[in-house]
Structure formats: C-alpha cells, structure tokens
Nanobody, 125 residues
C-alpha cells in the first residue's frame, strides 16, 4: 500500500521561506513514477505547483512558482522537497504531495494516483 506523507508546513511572515518534504512509501522497487506538489486555498480549486519526474525532469506553475520555488527529489529515499522562497500571503494554502505512476510530469490533479493528507502553509502580511 502506497502512503504519502508531507511535512514542513507552518506559519511564516511575508518574504520568508519554507521547505516542504514529501515521503512516499510502499512503492515497488521497479516502479517508475513522478511526484508533484499541489495546493488548495479556501474557496479555490486545487492547483498544480510543481512536479518532478524520476529522471529529474521538472515543471512548475509559471504563474506563481517559477523563480521562487524549487523542487527536488531523492530517488533512493523516495522523497521530494519543495523549497519556497519570497512567500506572500497569496501562497497561503494547504499543500499536497502526490505520486503519479508512469513517466513524465503532469499538471492535472486527476493524473496522480496517490495523495498525502496535506500540510498547511500560512503566510502572514
């Protein structure tokens, strides 16, 4: 059974940084998968933040993440990190980690197979 667990959320002042970590367990040794981060603010739909493939290929939501957020992964540990810098109150949301079986990053939530429970990120002004 695949389990996805996020950590690292919290409260930070505008302009600050946070680092989120996601750990996926239960994946088979031979499986190929991509990992992604999504977020959902109150009253809004869940949106893609960034994703990274097993070979290191990545994608960002260029509306708000490129240039401020950096995604990285450690295949030996089945972990993916999201470093978030220059945070603003608009970044306040629950951040979810997701795992997609297969090659390549996708930006649609429906394309991911396993999800974590989410971690709250709150940015104060």
């Amino acid at each position: 059974q695949v389990q996805v667990l996020e950590s690292g959320g919290g409260l930070v002042q505008a302009g600050g940084s946070l680092r989120l970590t996601c750990t996926a367990s239960g994946l088979t040794f031979s499986s190929v998968y991509a990992m992604g981060w999504f977020r959902q603010a109150p009253g809004k739909e869940r949106e893609f933040v960034a994703g990274i493939a097993e070979n290191g290929g990545y994608a960002y939501n260029y509306d708000f993440a490129a240039g401020r957020f950096t995604i990285s992964r450690n295949n030996s540990k089945n972990t993916v990190d999201l470093q978030m810098n220059s945070l603003s109150p608009e970044d306040t949301a629950v951040y979810y980690c997701a795992v997609r079986r297969g090659v390549g990053v996708r930006d649609g939530a429906w394309e991911y197979d396993y999800w974590g429970q989410g971690t709250q990120v709150t940015v104060s002004s």
